[in-house]
């Protein structure tokens, strides 16, 4: 008989991972003992069937025994591998499991949401009536006692057109401050502006005009009044025009070295018993009218100082025409006094002309000198497409002056 049998006959197929001289050292190994164990047997018995009998029995099949030994050589390998095997499992079935509750999760998620904001909605239609009812009732109670208020803006007169362009506040002067309430500008389309209802209180109205007047009233709101309508006249649109400047002078003082110094300005204005004040547009003009009829432009008006009432020199051309071109509105005509004139060739750049102060009346002022010059009128709304005439008269007592200067004055010379 062929000892020891094959050894290979119940080994698996080999491994990746399985060492090359794996197999060939187990075997070699077992071949040597079993062939040790079975000279032993034979030598006891002398039979070489009783010694293989007795040397299987002792060692067991030696192709499960090689088995035995491949596997234990391998175990860990091979249990590491199942672990990991197990672990990828493992992670597998939670990564599974946790998508699954993600999903269920979400799905909870949303259908919290959608009742939330169901229960929102709900609130919110609620909310929505209550303020309705509340804006109702606050409604009911304000008309009971606030007032619809209007303003209505016409032109130079009651009855007359409405004024467009004009730009129109109300101001609440509350006990500590005053606080605008609206703006809205005048248009023809709108006749009156509304500015809904207003609480019972005292207001102010401003008014602008387009080209810059203002005007200012305080009007009152009262519990239970009918809608109050506020009509203010308004001045008309300006316009350009000339003006002339008319004195009479004694034959002896025609064409003298002397000239009228007079202030064109214009006023505060009166419609309605409403004050209209002068927007930035109505500059004050000064102009020396001549004895010969010209109208010199210009002029820093007078100095009262140690040398007498004086006029700074200007070298402006007389007007064309003996006109002023002025904006139209109101103008108001105020003579200053009477300049003593330099030739031209005894002029310098800072040459003054002597003036003599005559009486006149006060601008702003309600009281007058007891010889004032008189001039009519003594203010006017400048219309255009016209000359527009102020007459100024001086009395004999101004005459009397002016020549007592001139004489004195040529006495000086030398």
């Given at each position: 008989?062929?000892?020891?049998?094959?050894?290979t006959a119940l080994l698996p197929a080999p491994r990746d991972d399985e060492p090359p001289e794996l197999r060939q050292r187990i075997v070699a190994e077992l071949r040597d003992h079993l062939q040790?164990?079975?000279?032993?047997?034979?030598?006891?018995?002398?039979?070489?069937?009783?010694?293989?009998?007795?040397?299987?029995?002792?060692?067991?099949?030696?192709?499960?025994?090689?088995?035995?030994?491949?596997?234990?050589?391998?175990?860990?390998?091979?249990?590491?591998?199942?672990?990991?095997?197990?672990?990828?499992?493992?992670?597998?079935?939670?990564?599974?499991?946790?998508?699954?509750?993600?999903?269920?999760?979400?799905?909870?998620?949303?259908?919290?949401?959608?009742?939330?904001?169901?229960?929102?909605?709900?609130?919110?239609?609620?909310?929505?009536?209550?303020?309705?009812?509340?804006?109702?009732?606050?409604?009911?109670?304000?008309?009971?006692?606030?007032?619809?208020?209007?303003?209505?803006?016409?032109?130079?007169?009651?009855?007359?057109?409405?004024?467009?362009?004009?730009?129109?506040?109300i101001d609440d002067e509350a006990p500590n401050h005053m606080t605008s309430i609206a703006e809205k500008r005048q248009s023809t389309a709108e006749p009156e502006i509304d500015f809904g209802l207003?609480?019972?209180?005292?207001?102010?109205?401003?008014?602008?005009?387009?080209?810059?007047?203002?005007?200012?009233?305080?009007?009152?709101?009262?519990?239970?009044?009918?809608?109050?309508?506020?009509?203010?006249?308004?001045?008309?649109?300006?316009?350009?025009?000339?003006?002339?400047?008319?004195?009479?002078?004694?034959?002896?003082?025609?064409?003298?070295?002397?000239?009228?110094?007079?202030?064109?300005?214009?006023?505060?204005?009166?419609?309605?018993?409403?004050?209209?004040?002068?927007?930035?547009?109505?500059?004050?003009?000064?102009?020396?009218?001549?004895?010969?009829?010209?109208?010199?432009?210009?002029?820093?008006?007078?100095?009262?100082?140690?040398?007498?009432?004086?006029?700074?020199?200007?070298?402006?051309?007389?007007?064309?025409?003996?006109?002023?071109?002025?904006?139209?509105?109101?103008?108001?005509?105020?003579?200053?006094?009477?300049?003593?004139?330099?030739?031209?060739?005894?002029?310098?750049?800072?040459?003054?002309?002597?003036?003599?102060?005559?009486?006149?009346?006060?601008?702003?002022?309600?009281?007058?000198?007891?010889?004032?010059?008189?001039?009519?009128?003594?203010?006017?709304?400048?219309?255009?497409?016209?000359?527009?005439?102020?007459?100024?008269?001086?009395?004999?007592?101004?005459?009397?002056?002016?020549?007592?200067?001139?004489?004195?004055?040529?006495?000086?010379?030398?």
């Amino acid at each position: 008989m062929s000892w020891p049998p094959d050894l290979t006959a119940l080994l698996p197929a080999p491994r990746d991972d399985e060492p090359p001289e794996l197999r060939q050292r187990i075997v070699a190994e077992l071949r040597d003992h079993l062939q040790c164990a079975f000279q032993r047997e034979l030598l006891l018995s002398g039979d070489e069937t009783e010694a293989n009998r007795r040397v299987l029995a002792k060692f067991g099949d030696p192709a499960r025994l090689v088995r035995k030994l491949w596997f234990d050589a391998l175990w860990e390998k091979i249990m590491s591998q199942r672990l990991m095997l197990a672990c990828a499992a493992v992670m597998a079935a939670a990564c599974i499991t946790m998508g699954i509750v993600t999903v269920r999760v979400a799905e909870q998620s949303a259908q919290a949401t959608q009742s939330l904001a169901e229960q929102g909605r709900e609130v919110n239609a609620a909310l929505l009536q209550q303020l309705d009812r509340m804006t109702t009732t606050s409604e009911s109670d304000r008309s009971l006692n606030w007032i619809r208020v209007k303003v209505r803006l016409v032109q130079e007169t009651m009855d007359g057109p409405p004024a467009e362009g004009f730009k129109v506040r109300i101001d609440d002067e509350a006990p500590n401050h005053m606080t605008s309430i609206a703006e809205k500008r005048q248009s023809t389309a709108e006749p009156e502006i509304d500015f809904g209802l207003l609480a019972p209180g005292r207001y102010n109205l401003n008014i602008t005009a387009p080209w810059g007047d203002n005007f200012i009233r305080t009007f009152y709101v009262r519990p239970g009044e009918s809608p109050l309508v506020q009509t203010v006249v308004c001045p008309a649109p300006p316009v350009e025009g000339d003006i002339a400047i008319d004195v009479t002078w004694p034959d002896d003082l025609v064409n003298k070295p002397i000239g009228l110094f007079c202030f064109v300005y214009s006023p505060q204005r009166d419609l309605s018993n409403d004050t209209w004040h002068s927007g930035p547009y109505a500059k004050s003009n000064s102009v020396l009218i001549t004895s010969s009829g010209d109208l010199i432009p210009g002029g820093e008006g007078y100095i009262d100082d140690s040398e007498g009432p004086r006029l700074r020199v200007t070298d402006s051309a007389p007007l064309p025409n003996a006109l002023i071109r002025s904006t139209g509105g109101a103008r108001s005509l105020e003579v200053a006094g009477v300049v003593l004139m330099s030739q031209p060739e005894q002029r310098t750049e800072t040459n003054y002309w002597p003036m003599v102060l005559l009486a006149r009346r006060e601008r702003n002022r309600n009281r007058s000198s007891s010889m004032p010059v008189t001039v009519f009128p003594e203010s006017m709304i400048v219309k255009g497409g016209t000359v527009n005439h102020w007459k100024v008269t001086l009395s004999d007592v101004h005459f009397e002056a002016i020549r007592a200067a001139l004489r004195e004055r040529a006495e000086e010379q030398p």
